[in-house]
């Protein structure tokens, strides 16, 4: 139990387009979805906060034009990169808690974006 | 400001070997210390978690020892394998602040055959 899954597991895409990730909760209800970047080597760096419904929580210094966060049910939530630039290529990881479970976070398997 | 210290940065231990992995946190108020396992290109999966309640837990060849007063918490791997060999990260998070994870820098280990 407790699956999240995210696609694309890997993303090439131009300078100035857009990039769509979607990260869904298989087998359980995700009230709260958290988004990571990860650099190689370096430690997960949370980018935002989302609840159902409701706008997302970003953290200092993510910009939120950029990176548009949307929790639309309680299974699926989506990270879109707007504009993408060379330096937005990073790991992205996305993280579930469900209703029951109000200590563990379950990661997804990570989505990789490459912009040219 | 680094909320959980973890070191070291890399480790690495004989095949049958004991690898240690320390962490370190400031804020009392945190009450769940987890445990991530990362393998390259794939995400962090939970490996073992206690709270602040019990000093140690076990699960299979996996320990964490869990010091209240120094702030302190620690993985060990028993009997450690070159399956192990991978990224490991520790957390703490608190409950009042939406289950935020505050993650370690993470620890590199190399079980070598």
């Known amino acids: 139990g407790a699956v999240v899954s995210q696609h694309p597991s890997w993303v090439i895409c131009k300078s100035g387009t857009s990039v769509k990730i979607e990260c869904r909760s298989l087998?359980?209800?995700?009230?709260?979805m958290f988004w990571y970047r990860q650099f190689p080597k370096q430690s997960l760096m949370l980018m935002a906060t989302?609840?159902?419904?409701?706008?997302?929580?970003?953290e200092q210094g993510v910009e939120k034009d950029k990176f548009l966060i949307n929790h639309a049910s309680l299974t699926l939530s989506t990270l879109t990169v707007t504009s993408a630039h060379p330096e937005d290529s990073s790991f992205y990881i996305c993280s579930a808690t469900g209703t029951s479970g109000l200590y563990e976070q379950y990661f997804g398997p990570g989505t990789r974006l490459t912009v040219t | 400001q680094q909320q959980v210290k973890q070191s070291p940065q890399s480790l690495i231990v004989q095949k049958g070997g004991i690898s240690i992995i320390n962490c370190a946190y400031e804020n009392t108020a945190f009450d769940y210390f987890p445990w991530y396992q990362q393998f390259p290109g794939k995400g962090p999966a939970l490996l073992i978690a206690?709270?602040?309640?019990?000093s140690e837990k076990k699960e299979g060849r996996f320990t964490i020892s869990f010091n209240k007063s120094a702030k302190q918490f620690s993985l060990h791997i028993m009997d450690s394998q070159p399956g192990d060999s991978a990224t490991y990260f520790c957390?703490?998070?608190?409950?009042?602040?939406?289950?935020?994870?505050?993650f370690g820098t993470g620890t590199s280990l190399t079980v070598i055959p």
């Open positions: 989302s609840n159902e419904g409701s706008k997302a929580t970003y």
């Open positions: 087998d359980f209800q995700a009230t709260t």
């Open positions: 206690i709270r602040p309640d019990v």
């Open positions: 957390a703490a998070s608190m409950r009042n602040t939406g289950n935020q994870f505050y």
